[in-house]
Structure formats: C-alpha cells, structure tokens
C-alpha cells in the first residue's frame, strides 16, 4: 500500500472487511517510526491504545456491526485537543503532567466514527505561531523538505498527513493555522464555518477565532471528515444548532453556473509563483464552468491588524487560569502572587508571553477604545464587505500563503514578518466564514503551493464543490521524499 | 451628627435558588463533602466551555420583575483577575448590558430606594488558609473548595438613597422577603446566600455633593449591618471634624470589636479589563418569557402590607404591620379580622406573642374569639397570652381552653367592689392618690393594682383597675 492511500479507501476495505484496521495501523505505525525522529510531527504516538482500538473495529466488522464511516482510518489529533487520560500539552511546559478527564466532542465523534487516533501532534505553544518553531518540545519539519517549516499552528497535524503518519488529522484554525500549514505541506486544510464544529475540549486560544478542522489528502477524504466533526453540541453555546452542510454529495457537482470571485487585495507580498498558481486555479475554474471576476473586499487589509489585537485580547484572558494553583506546573514561591508570576515565567514560551502582554494591554482601562474597540469595528467592517462581496459572487478565491515552505529559524527573530504568513488566511476568521487551501501544484523552488477558497457562512458545500475541481485540475507537484 | 447626612448605598449579592450551577450541571447545593459538586466546566479546566442555565436566567428575571425593572436583553462579560478560589481567573459577569436595570423597592415607612441594576453573575469557590490566625497572609497554607464555584448569583445594586444603618436594614429585610416570596434566593445571610456590602459616605446636611465613600464587605446579619454603617458613618464625620480626610478604601466589620478596620486601600481603580465573553451567545428572553414571568409573580410584601393595614384600619408604616409581612403572619391575622377580631388585639398578639413559626397553623377563628373575649374583659392580657400559647401549641377552643385553666370571667360588678374593698383597707395611700399629682398617682399606682391583684388571685385586669382607680379618685375630688 502506498502512503497516498485514502481514508475512504481504507474505510471501504475495512468496512468490507478486505483488510484488518489493525494491519493497516501497523503499516502507518511502521511509517511513523521510520520519519518520525526526523520530521517530530507527534508529541506523543499512542501505539497500544491505537492498537485496542483498531482490534475493537475489526471485532466489530467480524460481528456484523458498522463501525462506521472512517471504520480502521488513522487519524492524528492536534495537541490542542483533550484526550480523556493521554496528556494533552498544546506543546507547553505549563501544562505539564496534565490529563484531561474528558475527550473532546470532535475527538469523540471521529471516533464513534470509527477512526483510531494514533497520536498527539507538535503545534505552536498554545497555538500561537505560524511555523511550529514556538513548540516547548522543539519543531516540526516538513516532510518535503526537513530544512523548512511545515508551518503553524498545526503544522504537526500537517506534516503528519503529508508524511504518511495518518490520511486524515484535526487541527484548529484560529489565524490560519490549518490551511497555512496545508498549504506549505501540500495536503487539504479546511477551517469550517464557526460554530460547525463543537469547540468543547480544544484548549482556547482566542475563543470567538478558533475553530477545529480537518486535514486530508484528498478533497473528498476532507469532506468525509468535516461531516463526522460537524454539527450541534449542547456543550459548546456557539454551536450552530439545526444539520451542518452535506458536503460529500457536492463534490461531484461541478462548478458549472457558480460565480467565482479573484480576491482583489490579497495579491500585494505574495511571491509571484504563489500569485501564477492562484490565477491558474481561477482558469482552471473557468474552464469548469464557472464565472471569474476581480472582487473587492477592502477591509481584508486591515485583517492582520485587527487579529493582532482581538485574538491576543482573548489569549491573555483564556490563559490566565495556567496560574499553578489546580494543575500542571507549579513553582513555589513566598505567597501567591509570586507563585503565579514564577510558575507563569517558566512554563511560557517568549511568543505566549509576547501576546499575553499585548492583549493585556489592549484591553486596560486606557486603552479598551483606542485598541480593542477599534478591531472589533474592524472585524465588523470585514464581515460587511465580505457579506458585499458575496452578493456578486459565490465564493473567492486567493492564495493560502504569501510564499511556500520558509526555511527554519528565518522568522523567528522577527514575530511581525512570521505574523505576516497568516495575512490570507486570517480575514475568514474575523468573519466567521469557511474558507480551505488546496494543493495546487508547486512554486519555483519545488514546494507546494496552497490556493485559498472562501466561502460565506454555511458555503461548504460550494466550497467543496470547488475544491474537488481545482484538485482533479492541480498541475503535478513534486513527489513527497 | 446633626450637621451632617449619612448616604448608603447597598450592593447584595444573593445566590440563586437553581437546581444546578450557573454554567453546567453540577448541583448548586450548600454544604457537601468539599470538591464533590464540580465538573470540567465549573473548575474551568482547559477546552472546556460554558452553557448558561435557563433557569438562572429565570429567576433573575423574576426578582426583576418584583423590584419594578425593566428586565432586557443582556450579555456576559469576562472580568480579569488573579485569586486562587477562581477557577478561570476571571468571573463571567454581567456588565454594561445587565439583565434588569432601573428598579426600585418600597420601604414600610412608604420610602423608595432605587435600584440601579440586577445582574447575573458566577461565585468563586471558597478559600480557607490555614495557620496564621485565618487571614491569606502568614497562612501555612490554603485549601480551595470550588463547590460554590459557578453558583449562580445575582448582584442587586441599589443607588444611594439610604440615609441610616436602619434604613439599611429595612432595605435589606424588604428586599429579603421579598427574594423568598419569589423564590429567586433561601437568603441566608449565616449561610452566606446573601451578602452585602455596603458603601458609606457622609456629607454635610444639605448638600448634593456625594462624599467619598469606603465600602464595608460582607455583612453577614441585619444587626451587623447596621451597626456598621452607624459606626462608619461617625468614624468619617469624627475625620471630617479633626481636619482630616475620608480615603476611598474597601473595610472589614469586626463584629466583637465593634468597628471598622481598613481591609486594602483603593487609591487607584482595579482594572478588570472587562470584555464580552466569547464563549457565550447574547441573552434575549424576549417578550413573552418576560411577560409569562411578570404574571407568575406572588403577591409581595408591600402589597400585603397594605392589605393588612387596610383590614386594620392602621397606617401602612405601623412597625406590627411589616412584622407580620416578615414573619409571615399577615395571612393569619387578616382573616382573623375578617372573621371578626378586634384588630389592635390579632397585630398586638402577631407583633410580641406569635414569633415561632407554628404560628402558621393557628385558626383564625380561635385568634378572633380570644381577642373578642379581651375586649369584652372576659380575659386579662396577662391571661390571654397563656391560652394564645396552648392554642398554639394544641389548638381548641378559646373559651374551654380558658376555662380548663380556671380564668373564670371577671365581671366589671366584681372588679370594682375588689378596689373598693382595697381602697377602704388603705385610706392613707389612697388620701395620697386622691390628692395627689401625676407622678405621685403613677408611684401608688402600682401598689393598688398589686393589692387588687393580690385579692382576686390575678384575675384582675391591670389597665381596667387602673381605669377604675382614675374614675373613682375624680368623682372624688370635688
């Protein structure tokens, strides 16, 4: 078996009982400890839980049972999301020791689905980042080219898919941090909608950003992964109560008839070979059927300004409780607050700390208007020329990421240049909108390419539609290592 | 103080009768095992996220609706501050958009206060150092129970229209029976499911100007609660006189010493760094859950204090009138009127002889008779009150319950011939009442009732003998 197998293939086998969920765990586990030690895509590889449960599927399917529609799929989650007693770390030295006593409703759902988790992946500390280089535990590596950053957050979750490790993965998308790291490690990224899929159990970031999404391979093993996480949960106010979008029913649809718009702003700083790529896929598009136009949404320029403010605001409220008094790491000291600010210097890594000072600032007394008032009427005029935007057409299309791959350590000295990485994906965000970064093809220098489609609210299934045109169309890339 | 006003403004805090807490479905139940009511979402471990409870916002609304607020669309907000006992160090609250705003409540002197607004809010856990006499500082260490962490509360603001620790205290009882006739709160100031604290300033009388204030935190009884803030209150106006200045500080009661002591200095504003909580959607109970509450309401307090005092034919300020609203016993002593009893005697009985909850269960009718047979001297006070406590205790008849314990009627024939009789056994004492002024009839007076007393072996009825004292000694005169 290739390690370009899909999920939907695998399941089907399985389902059918063709193949064991344990011999096909044991070729991905064989993969992992052959690349693992060079790429650090896991901060921890479960193999014998893995192994129970992919023995539990096959149990099932011998006992006439479904075990469901990623029956004996490995999948690997983001060390963000809490996993009833494995520890979940988000890449921190302040959580450490801790095992949550719960699972998260995603995690719960792919695996009532069927799916065995083989391991947590590397991220940026919180999920703060945009390279995976802000990790307690040292970096993830592309698997394209180990020189480089798989990019971040969830460049763990990425680098393990397009390394083989797993077909599908989950990670969260708070800036861009699925589909920047898709992008640079050329697999699908979606972020959903927010409020699709069930935040309870992802340790917050920046709550009113974040959102969990897939990783795969294929666009159509995305959709398939997107339908087991999306929908309800009474734990999570901000769900979209009623059923998400059926995605998978869509993909064969086409693009015929659906209006596309080339987002006009988000072409200044993007290297041209990323620029070449978009416009390629947008007469790829065209060439479907579908109607390309130049669309402008103005207030995307202001996006990276109004993230830096909102999502740091957000952080340094939702960190606050990782004081050492309840659990994970503690350094003592005289009294209480000493305690806090001791156990808090430690167990922070430089950029955590670095947005927890911004957002603390932001939101002071002082400054609430100046600061943080503005981006939120930001994030409202955002929302309003996107909506503005969708009037004209059905769905944008943009790049994913300024440039391909960066090496290692060429950013980390300067935080506003790594900022700069998410400057296309964070706009979605701000809206609460769908958006996905497709591989298309690659750049001048081999590595992938990732094109950006944005969807309003509730759009998945256009998206997607979309989204599996531009993959049957996408120029051949350069074969993994 | 009499150059000086006293202005108090009382923030209460009640926890909120739901079965659950504010945010998940932990029990909201006082007094468990410590750390045995609490989950994921209450100790706000990572990942987790909070659901509001509806009937939170039930209840919050209904003591909205009691205290005339306009009860309106509302958002939470985080706000940020470090303490152990808080799980997420910070405490969703409720901020510029609250719940209920622009309230007022009825004192039973007829005043108004106003309340500035009712909101919605989670409490902390609750933290008890060890070592060191108590306090946080030379603690040996700390222990942390969260179960009352994310028990609902409401925050009752009032404005600072209060002008005496008794005032306070009115406030705090009205808006207490009044948070037990809804339902919203127990109240229980001792178990500290209402807690006030109460900000103090004084101002010279007449002016417009507030002064600056010190806030006195949790005050855990009506007694303390005044006291207080009478003692705050002069311990500002004694700075003032001397040439000193009032510092804007938070104090702490000290209920043995009878002061106030500086708890931390509040010079510069706390920055909470308040803003809305993302986790959580806006809350609009729209029109018609509003309104299905307002109608759902019990009667309150200041209208059964009304319909009391009109069935007494008292003024609605008559203290006995509000006690009996407060104990309760307004019901009892209404329909005793109305079922024919003298009113002074039924508010008389409810105000100093039925304090004890049984009470509930005495018959109206019973009451009624027994006030009639007062009236008509058929049984002293002192008389009454025995047979009022055994129908309280075993119920019965009034008059057989009086005439098993020997109170035989004491005819005004019998009486008089009684004082007589007494008058004629002493002629000097009573050539001294006869003659005598005011003050000298009220020393003697107090020998001939005891000596009619003694002689009708306390049958006698000491006002009626005091009466006949009076009569005789101005017939006599001329």
Same mark, same amino acid.
């Given at each position: 078996?290739?390690?370009?197998?899909?999920?939907?293939?695998?399941?089907?086998?399985?389902?059918?009982?063709?193949?064991?969920?344990?011999?096909?765990?044991?070729?991905?586990?064989?993969?992992?400890?052959?690349?693992?030690?060079?790429?650090?895509?896991?901060?921890?590889?479960?193999?014998?839980?893995?192994?129970?449960?992919?023995?539990?599927?096959?149990?099932?399917?011998?006992?006439?049972?479904?075990?469901?529609?990623?029956?004996?799929?490995?999948?690997?989650?983001?060390?963000?999301?809490?996993?009833?007693?494995?520890?979940?770390?988000?890449?921190?030295?302040?959580?450490?020791?801790?095992?949550?006593?719960?699972?998260?409703?995603?995690?719960?759902?792919?695996?009532?689905?069927?799916?065995?988790?083989?391991?947590?992946?590397?991220?940026?500390?919180?999920?703060?980042?945009?390279?995976?280089?802000?990790?307690?535990?040292?970096?993830?590596?592309?698997?394209?080219?180990?020189?480089?950053?798989?990019?971040?957050?969830?460049?763990?979750?990425?680098?393990?898919?397009?390394?083989?490790?797993?077909?599908?993965?989950?990670?969260?998308?708070?800036?861009?941090?699925?589909?920047?790291?898709?992008?640079?490690?050329?697999?699908?990224?979606?972020?959903?909608?927010?409020?699709?899929?069930?935040?309870?159990?992802?340790?917050?970031?920046?709550?009113?950003?974040?959102?969990?999404?897939?990783?795969?391979?294929?666009?159509?093993?995305?959709?398939?992964?997107?339908?087991?996480?999306?929908?309800?949960?009474?734990?999570?106010?901000?769900?979209?109560?009623?059923?998400?979008?059926?995605?998978?029913?869509?993909?064969?649809?086409?693009?015929?008839?659906?209006?596309?718009?080339?987002?006009?702003?988000?072409?200044?700083?993007?290297?041209?070979?990323?620029?070449?790529?978009?416009?390629?896929?947008?007469?790829?598009?065209?060439?479907?059927?579908?109607?390309?136009?130049?669309?402008?949404?103005?207030?995307?320029?202001?996006?990276?300004?109004?993230?830096?403010?909102?999502?740091?605001?957000?952080?340094?409220?939702?960190?606050?409780?990782?004081?050492?008094?309840?659990?994970?790491?503690?350094?003592?000291?005289?009294?209480?607050?000493?305690?806090?600010?001791?156990?808090?210097?430690?167990?922070?890594?430089?950029?955590?700390?670095?947005?927890?000072?911004?957002?603390?600032?932001?939101?002071?007394?002082?400054?609430?208007?100046?600061?943080?008032?503005?981006?939120?009427?930001?994030?409202?005029?955002?929302?309003?020329?996107?909506?503005?935007?969708?009037?004209?057409?059905?769905?944008?299309?943009?790049?994913?990421?300024?440039?391909?791959?960066?090496?290692?350590?060429?950013?980390?000295?300067?935080?506003?240049?790594?900022?700069?990485?998410?400057?296309?994906?964070?706009?979605?965000?701000?809206?609460?909108?769908?958006?996905?970064?497709?591989?298309?093809?690659?750049?001048?220098?081999?590595?992938?390419?990732?094109?950006?489609?944005?969807?309003?609210?509730?759009?998945?299934?256009?998206?997607?539609?979309?989204?599996?045109?531009?993959?049957?169309?996408?120029?051949?890339?350069?074969?993994?290592? | 103080?009499?150059?000086?006003?006293?202005?108090?403004?009382?923030?209460?805090?009640?926890?909120?009768?739901?079965?659950?807490?504010?945010?998940?479905?932990?029990?909201?139940?006082?007094?468990?095992?410590? =750390?045995? =009511?609490?989950?994921?979402?209450?100790?706000?471990?990572?990942?987790?996220?909070?659901?509001?409870?509806?009937?939170?916002?039930?209840?919050?609304?209904?003591?909205?609706?009691?205290?005339?607020?306009?009860?309106?669309?509302?958002?939470?907000?985080?706000?940020?501050?470090?303490?152990?006992?808080?799980?997420?160090?910070?405490?969703?609250? +409720?901020?510029?958009?609250?719940?209920?705003?622009?309230?007022?409540?009825?004192?039973?002197?007829?005043?108004?206060?106003?309340?500035?607004?009712?909101?919605?809010?989670?409490?902390?856990?609750?933290?008890?150092?060890?070592?060191?006499?108590?306090?946080?500082?030379?603690?040996?260490?700390?222990?942390?129970?969260?179960?009352?962490?994310?028990?609902?509360?409401?925050?009752?603001?009032?404005?600072?229209?209060?002008?005496?620790?008794?005032?306070?205290?009115?406030?705090? %009882?009205?808006?207490?029976?009044?948070?037990?006739?809804?339902?919203?709160?127990?109240?229980?100031?001792?178990?500290?499911?209402?807690?006030?604290?109460?900000?103090?300033?004084?101002?010279?009388?007449?002016?417009?100007?507030?002064?600056?204030?010190?806030?006195?935190?949790?005050?855990?009884?009506?007694?303390?609660?005044?006291?207080?803030?009478?003692?705050?209150?002069?311990?500002?106006?004694?700075?003032?006189?001397?040439?000193?200045?009032?510092?804007?500080?938070?104090?702490?009661?000290?209920?043995?010493?009878?002061?106030?002591?500086?708890?931390?200095?509040?010079?510069?504003?706390?920055?909470?760094?308040?803003?809305?909580?993302?986790?959580?959607?806006?809350?609009?109970?729209?029109?018609?859950?509003?309104?299905?509450?307002?109608?759902?309401?019990?009667?309150?307090?200041?209208?059964?204090?009304?319909?009391?005092?009109?069935?007494?034919?008292?003024?609605?300020?008559?203290?006995?009138?509000?006690?009996?609203?407060?104990?309760?016993?307004?019901?009892?002593?209404?329909?005793?009127?109305?079922?024919?009893?003298?009113?002074?005697?039924?508010?008389?009985?409810?105000?100093?002889?039925?304090?004890?909850?049984?009470?509930?269960?005495?018959?109206?009718?019973?009451?009624?008779?027994?006030?009639?047979?007062?009236?008509?001297?058929?049984?002293?006070?002192?008389? %009454?009150? +025995?047979?009022? %406590?055994?129908?309280?205790?075993?119920?019965?008849?009034?008059?057989?319950?009086?005439?098993?314990?020997?109170?035989?009627?004491?005819?005004?024939?019998?009486?008089?011939?009684?004082?007589?009789?007494?008058?004629?056994?002493?002629?000097?004492?009573?050539?001294?009442?006869?003659?005598?002024?005011?003050?000298?009839?009220?020393?003697?007076?107090?020998?001939?009732?005891?000596?009619?007393?003694?002689?009708?072996?306390?049958?006698?009825?000491?006002?009626?003998?005091?009466?006949?004292?009076?009569?005789?000694?101005?017939?006599? %005169?001329?």
């Amino acid at each position: 078996m290739s390690s370009t197998e899909t999920a939907l293939g695998i399941a089907g086998g399985v389902r059918a009982g063709r193949r064991s969920a344990r011999d096909v765990l044991e070729e991905h586990l064989e993969r992992i400890e052959a690349r693992e030690p060079e790429l650090h895509a896991f901060n921890l590889v479960v193999a014998d839980e893995a192994r129970v449960a992919a023995d539990e599927v096959d149990r099932r399917v011998a006992a006439g049972d479904d075990p469901g529609p990623l029956a004996g799929v490995p999948i690997a989650l983001k060390d963000n999301l809490c996993t009833r007693g494995i520890p979940t770390t988000c890449s921190s030295r302040i959580l450490e020791g801790w095992r949550p006593p719960y699972t998260a409703t995603a995690v719960q759902r792919v695996v009532a689905a069927g799916a065995v988790v083989v391991g947590k992946t590397n991220l940026d500390e919180f999920a703060m980042g945009s390279s995976t280089e802000n990790s307690a535990f040292g970096p993830t590596r592309n698997p394209h080219d180990p020189t480089r950053v798989p990019g971040g957050s969830s460049g763990g979750s990425a680098a393990a898919v397009a390394a083989g490790f797993a077909p599908l993965a989950l990670g969260s998308d708070t800036g861009g941090s699925i589909r920047q790291p898709a992008a640079l490690c050329g697999v699908v990224g979606v972020k959903p909608t927010y409020g699709l899929v069930s935040r309870y159990g992802l340790v917050a970031f920046a709550s009113s950003l974040d959102q969990i999404g897939p990783f795969a391979r294929t666009v159509a093993d995305a959709a398939a992964l997107f339908e087991v996480i999306a929908g309800h949960d009474p734990r999570d106010s901000t769900s979209i109560p009623g059923p998400p979008p059926e995605v998978s029913l869509a993909l064969d649809e086409g693009v015929a008839g659906l209006r596309v718009g080339l987002l006009a702003e988000l072409r200044d700083g993007i290297a041209p070979d990323v620029l070449a790529r978009v416009d390629e896929a947008a007469t790829a598009l065209e060439a479907a059927g579908a109607t390309v136009e130049v669309v402008s949404v103005p207030a995307v320029t202001y996006g990276l300004s109004a993230y830096y403010l909102i999502a740091p605001a957000e952080a340094s409220s939702n960190l606050a409780r990782y004081d050492g008094v309840r659990y994970g790491l503690r350094v003592d000291a005289a009294d209480t607050a000493a305690m806090n600010a001791a156990t808090r210097e430690a167990g922070f890594g430089a950029e955590v700390k670095r947005r927890i000072m911004l957002g603390t600032y932001a939101l002071s007394a002082g400054y609430y208007d100046a600061y943080y008032g503005k981006a939120q009427r930001v994030r409202t005029l955002i929302t309003r020329d996107f909506a503005r935007a969708y009037e004209q057409v059905d769905l944008l299309v943009s790049p994913a990421t300024p440039t391909t791959a960066f090496p290692l350590g060429e950013k980390t000295s300067d935080p506003l240049s790594m900022y700069l990485s998410d400057v296309c994906t964070i706009p979605t965000n701000l809206a609460g909108h769908a958006a996905v970064s497709v591989p298309f093809g690659t750049g001048t220098d081999g590595l992938p390419v990732g094109v950006q489609l944005l969807a309003p609210a509730m759009g998945e299934a256009r998206m997607f539609r979309a989204a599996a045109v531009l993959e049957a169309a996408a120029p051949a890339g350069e074969e993994l290592r | 103080m009499g150059d000086w006003e006293t202005v108090v403004g009382l923030e209460v805090h009640c926890e909120l009768a739901t079965a659950t807490k504010l945010f998940c479905g932990c029990p909201n139940r006082f007094g468990d095992e410590p =750390n045995t =009511n609490v989950c994921p979402v209450c100790l706000g471990l990572p990942g987790s996220l909070p659901v509001l409870n509806r009937q939170a916002v039930e209840l919050a609304m209904r003591l909205g609706a009691a205290v005339h607020c306009e009860v309106r669309p509302s958002i939470f907000h985080r706000k940020n501050y470090f303490y152990p006992d808080m799980p997420k160090d910070y405490q969703v609250s +409720q901020y510029d958009l609250p719940i209920n705003t622009d309230g007022w409540l009825e004192l039973p002197s007829g005043q108004r206060v106003g309340i500035e607004r009712a909101h919605l809010e989670e409490d902390t856990g609750k933290t008890t150092h060890v070592g060191g006499g108590g306090r946080i500082h030379q603690a040996a260490h700390s222990l942390v129970d969260y179960n009352r962490a994310g028990v609902p509360l409401l925050e009752i603001v009032g404005r600072p229209d209060l002008r005496s620790g008794e005032q306070a205290r009115q406030y705090v %009882a009205e808006l207490r029976s009044i948070l037990l006739a809804t339902g919203v709160s127990d109240a229980k100031m001792e178990e500290g499911s209402m807690r006030v604290d109460a900000n103090v300033s004084v101002r010279a009388a007449g002016s417009d100007m507030l002064g600056t204030r010190c806030e006195i935190k949790n005050l855990n009884s009506l007694r303390s609660l005044g006291r207080a803030i009478e003692y705050e209150a002069r311990r500002q106006v004694d700075l003032l006189e001397t040439g000193g200045r009032v510092r804007q500080e938070t104090r702490h009661w000290d209920e043995e010493e009878g002061r106030t002591h500086t708890l931390r200095s509040k010079e510069e504003a706390d920055d909470y760094r308040y803003f809305p909580e993302p986790d959580l959607v806006p809350v609009d109970p729209g029109s018609a859950w509003i309104e299905r509450v307002r109608e759902a309401l019990p009667v309150l307090p200041a209208e059964r204090r009304t319909a009391l005092a009109s069935a007494a034919a008292v003024d609605a300020a008559t203290p006995a009138v509000a006690i009996a609203v407060e104990r309760d016993l307004d019901g009892l002593a209404v329909a005793a009127i109305a079922a024919g009893g003298d009113p002074a005697r039924v508010l008389t009985h409810v105000e100093h002889d039925l304090t004890d909850e049984r009470a509930a269960g005495l018959d109206p009718a019973a009451l009624a008779t027994l006030t009639t047979m007062e009236v008509g001297s058929l049984l002293t006070a002192t008389q %009454a009150k +025995q047979v009022l %406590a055994e129908l309280v205790e075993h119920g019965g008849d009034p008059e057989a319950v009086a005439a098993a314990k020997g109170f035989e009627a004491m005819g005004a024939d019998a009486l008089a011939a009684a004082v007589e009789q007494v008058i004629a056994a002493n002629p000097a004492e009573w050539e001294r009442y006869r003659a005598g002024d005011d003050k000298e009839r009220g020393k003697l007076t107090g020998f001939f009732v005891g000596r009619v007393m003694k002689a009708t072996q306390g049958q006698a009825d000491g006002k009626a003998v005091t009466a006949l004292l009076r009569g005789r000694a101005a017939s006599s %005169a001329d």
